[in-house]
């Protein structure tokens, strides 16, 4: 395990792209990347969360309280798609398919601010722009990853601690949720599942409370990677196959604790899996949090 990149609060959706790590930090509003050669962050007025690269090379990302889907344009955040005449509530991880289709969490609750749980949904955004639900009733839906070609979507459900494999439909909207990978029995009682990334051989897992990257498939555990004291909150791959993951620092704090009292930190790392060798190249941040 080797540090990529430090500075950030909270670090949600990392997702590589031509040669270059992107990253939302939700807890300090920020955007991070080194696609310019350095890591900076790029200040927002409020944060992004999901992060995805459409088939044409935009990036979008879902505005966490702002019911919308917007596009980068490489200063800030611009119009992409609108949510809010389905009540969304805050929005979570994002993917997308060959197609240019996006599915994203709609998180239905604020659980950082301690308001009452209640069930979330998928949010459908076609290419077009027009949004509908794809999927309901979906208890804390967190990381989302496809599979299988496109024809599985996988949820990690924080609340419940598994994975949930969807079918997708011909019109793109889900069906027959099914238990993929039951975490809390294949990991242990503080597995929650936050981001999550596919493989050819399974579905990585940040565990958060957890602390442990593991992969998993249908319902049997592969491989774990010990990341104690530290959180992992979410991962990607690079091309090589090296895994990229943002780890929580708590300080000894509660997670929750450390989130409301902004005293959580968090960096990028690189971790070797089975077949990989760790890159010579790191980032060292321009900027840290003030």
Known sequence: MKTYASGMRWGEAPRWHEGALWLSDTQASRL???ASGSWRPFDLDSPSNGLWFLPDGRLVGAMMYEARIAQWDGQRWQPYADLA???????????????????????????ASGAPAKP????????????????????????????????????AQTALQCLTAFTVRADH???APRRYADLRRLVGPDAR????????????VATTSGQALVRV????????????????????????????????????????DAVASRTVTASAVLITTPGTALPTRSIAPTHTQG
Do not use: K, Q
């Open 193 to 204: 599942p936050d981001g999550i990334w596919p493989t050819e051989h399974g579905i990585w």
């Open 120 to 155: 979330g949904r998928i949010i459908l955004v076609r290419p077009d722009g027009s949004a509908t639900v794809a999927a309901d009733g979906v208890d804390f839906p967190n990381g989302l990853a496809m599979i299988d070609g496109g024809r599985t979507l996988v949820v």
């Open 85 to 111: 005449h389905l009540g969304v509530g805050p929005l979570g991880d994002m993917v997308g398919d060959a197609d240019g289709n996006l599915y994203v969490d709609d998180v239905a609750f604020d659980a």
């Open 217 to 256: 498939t249908d319902d049997r555990l592969h491989h774990t990677v010990d990341t104690a004291p530290r959180l992992p909150i979410a991962c990607c791959r690079r091309g090589d196959g090296t895994l990229i993951a943002t780890l929580a620092d708590t300080h000894g704090a509660p997670l929750m």
């Open 32 to 34: 991070w990347t080194d």
């Open 173 to 175: 909207t889900l069906s």
